[in-house]
C-alpha cells in the first residue's frame, strides 16, 4: 500500500494526528502529557513550526500547525521520536509507540481552520464516553489558554484563529463558538473511512494541485545549506570575536557564552551534522554536552525576548535563500 500524499510548502497548515500501536494508551499519567508537550515546545524553537491548537487523548494526539519553513516531516519526527524515546524508558518497554507515521490532513485555513480547531478542542467530549462533562476541566488541550482559563505556553498561536471570528470579544465568542456543535461538513469529512489529505474549497485544492505538479527542481526558491565553518565564521565576525571563542570550551566562566549556545544550536539546525561530529567540532568529550547546550538556549530563547529576537535574526541570515 502507498504511503498518503505529504503536501509540504511555507506556511501551509496542517491538522496532525496518531494515534497508539493497536489503538494503546499513550499517555499514562500527568508526566506523560506534560513530555509531549515538551517535545512540541522542542520542535517549535528548533523547527520553526507553529502551533495553533493541540489535544491530548489518552490514546492519540491532535495539533493543528503551520510551517513557515515548509518541513512538517522532519518537526513530527522529531516529536515523534523524542516523545517515543521518553515513553519506553519510564515504563520499560521497547519498539514502536504510535502506528505508523502521522496523518495530517492540509487545511484551508480562509475557509477551515477555525472549524478544525473547535473539532480539535471538542475531542475530550465528541467520544464514546466523554472524559469530562465540560470541555473547560479538560487540562491537556489549548482549549483553557483560548479561553483564558489558563496561562498561554509561549509556543501556542492564538491570535490567528481569533482574527477569523472578526469579533472583539474574542475570549467569549471563541468559547460560545466551541461550545457549538461541530460543523457538518466538517465531521462529515473526519467521519470517513479514508481519511483525504486535503480539507479545503475547490479553489485551494486546485491551486494545491498546481503546487504539486512543479518538481523540486523547478521550485522558485531553493536552501543552501550551510558547513558548521560557515556558521562558526558568520557568528565570529557578528559578535567581533575569534573562532577560537566560540570552539573552545572556557572552563570556569560563570557567565553565559551566548555566542557558542548560538553557533552550536545553529549548527545543529543548518548543517545536517549529528550530536556526535558537533561535539568533537565544538572540543566536548561527549555528545549529550551538545544537546545539554541546546536545551539550556531553549529554555532562554523562551524566558528572554531578546535572545530569541537575536537568535531568529542569525538563523534568517544564514538561511540563504537564493533565487532561481
Same mark, same amino acid.
Given at each position: 500500500?502507498?504511503?498518503?500524499?505529504?503536501?509540504?510548502?511555507?506556511?501551509?497548515?496542517?491538522?496532525?494526528?496518531?494515534?497508539?500501536?493497536?489503538?494503546?494508551?499513550?499517555?499514562? %499519567?500527568?508526566?506523560?502529557?506534560?513530555?509531549?508537550?515538551?517535545?512540541?515546545?522542542?520542535?517549535?524553537?528548533?523547527?520553526?513550526?507553529?502551533?495553533?491548537?493541540?489535544?491530548?487523548?489518552?490514546?492519540?494526539?491532535?495539533?493543528?500547525?503551520?510551517?513557515?519553513?515548509?518541513?512538517? /516531516?522532519?518537526?513530527?519526527?522529531?516529536?515523534?521520536?523524542?516523545?517515543?524515546?521518553?515513553?519506553?524508558?519510564?515504563?520499560?518497554? =521497547?519498539?514502536?509507540?504510535?502506528?505508523?507515521?502521522? *496523518?495530517?490532513?492540509? !487545511?484551508?485555513?480562509?475557509?477551515?481552520?477555525?472549524?478544525? @480547531?473547535?473539532?480539535?478542542?471538542? $475531542? #475530550?467530549?465528541?467520544? %464514546?464516553? &466523554?472524559?469530562?462533562?465540560?470541555?473547560? +476541566?479538560?487540562?491537556?488541550? @489549548?482549549?483553557?489558554?483560548?479561553?483564558?482559563?489558563?496561562?498561554?505556553?509561549?509556543?501556542?498561536?492564538? =491570535?490567528?484563529?481569533? @482574527?477569523?471570528?472578526? *469579533?472583539?470579544?474574542?475570549?467569549?465568542?471563541?468559547?460560545?463558538?466551541?461550545?457549538?456543535?461541530?460543523?457538518?461538513?466538517?465531521?462529515?469529512?473526519?467521519?470517513?473511512?479514508?481519511?483525504?489529505?486535503?480539507?479545503?474549497?475547490?479553489?485551494?485544492?486546485?491551486?494545491?494541485? /498546481?503546487?504539486?505538479?512543479? #518538481?523540486?527542481?523547478?521550485?522558485?526558491?531553493?536552501?543552501?545549506?550551510? %558547513?558548521?565553518? =560557515? !556558521?562558526?565564521?558568520?557568528?565570529?565576525?557578528?559578535?567581533?570575536? +575569534?573562532?577560537?571563542?566560540?570552539?573552545?570550551?572556557?572552563? /570556569?566562566? *560563570?557567565?553565559?557564552?551566548? &555566542?557558542?549556545?548560538?553557533?552550536?544550536?545553529?549548527?545543529?539546525?543548518?548543517?545536517?551534522? $549529528?550530536? *556526535?561530529?558537533?561535539? !568533537?567540532?565544538?572540543?566536548?568529550?561527549?555528545?549529550?554536552?551538545?544537546?545539554?547546550?541546546?536545551?539550556?538556549?531553549?529554555?532562554?530563547?523562551?524566558?528572554? =525576548?531578546?535572545?530569541?529576537?537575536?537568535? !531568529?535574526?542569525?538563523?534568517? %541570515?544564514?538561511?540563504?535563500?537564493?533565487?532561481?
Amino acid at each position: 500500500m502507498s504511503r498518503p500524499l505529504r503536501i509540504e510548502y511555507e506556511n501551509a497548515f496542517y491538522h496532525v494526528m496518531n494515534r497508539g500501536r493497536g489503538r494503546e494508551n499513550t499517555f499514562l %499519567s500527568d508526566d506523560d502529557f506534560k513530555c509531549f508537550l515538551y517535545c512540541i515546545e522542542q520542535a517549535s524553537l528548533r523547527f520553526n513550526i507553529e502551533v495553533h491548537s493541540y489535544c491530548l487523548m489518552t490514546n492519540h494526539y491532535h495539533l493543528l500547525i503551520k510551517t513557515p519553513d515548509a518541513n512538517l /516531516g522532519r518537526a513530527m519526527k522529531h516529536i515523534n521520536g523524542l516523545y517515543t524515546q521518553y515513553f519506553n524508558r519510564a515504563h520499560n518497554t =521497547d519498539g514502536a509507540l504510535f502506528r505508523g507515521r502521522y *496523518k495530517a490532513v492540509l !487545511v484551508d485555513a480562509d475557509n477551515y481552520l477555525l472549524h478544525v @480547531s473547535r473539532y480539535i478542542h471538542r $475531542n #475530550p467530549i465528541e467520544t %464514546s464516553t &466523554p472524559l469530562v462533562d465540560v470541555l473547560i +476541566d479538560y487540562k491537556w488541550s @489549548s482549549y483553557s489558554a483560548f479561553i483564558k482559563k489558563t496561562a498561554t505556553p509561549k509556543w501556542l498561536v492564538r =491570535d490567528f484563529i481569533f @482574527s477569523l471570528q472578526g *469579533k472583539n470579544r474574542k475570549y467569549a465568542a471563541y468559547k460560545q463558538f466551541v461550545e457549538y456543535e461541530n460543523n457538518k461538513e466538517v465531521s462529515t469529512f473526519y467521519g470517513a473511512k479514508k481519511l483525504l489529505s486535503v480539507l479545503g474549497c475547490d479553489a485551494f485544492i486546485e491551486k494545491i494541485k /498546481g503546487y504539486i505538479a512543479i #518538481p523540486d527542481s523547478e521550485r522558485s526558491i531553493v536552501i543552501k545549506k550551510r %558547513s558548521t565553518d =560557515d !556558521v562558526i565564521d558568520y557568528l565570529a565576525k557578528y559578535f567581533c570575536i +575569534d573562532t577560537h571563542d566560540i570552539v573552545t570550551v572556557k572552563k /570556569g566562566r *560563570k557567565e553565559k557564552n551566548l &555566542p557558542r549556545m548560538f553557533a552550536i544550536k545553529l549548527c545543529q539546525d543548518l548543517t545536517g551534522q $549529528n550530536l *556526535k561530529a558537533l561535539a !568533537v567540532i565544538f572540543n566536548v568529550q561527549h555528545y549529550s554536552a551538545v544537546s545539554q547546550t541546546v536545551c539550556r538556549l531553549n529554555k532562554l530563547i523562551i524566558e528572554d =525576548d531578546k535572545v530569541k529576537l537575536q537568535f !531568529v535574526k542569525l538563523r534568517d %541570515s544564514l538561511m540563504c535563500e537564493v533565487k532561481i
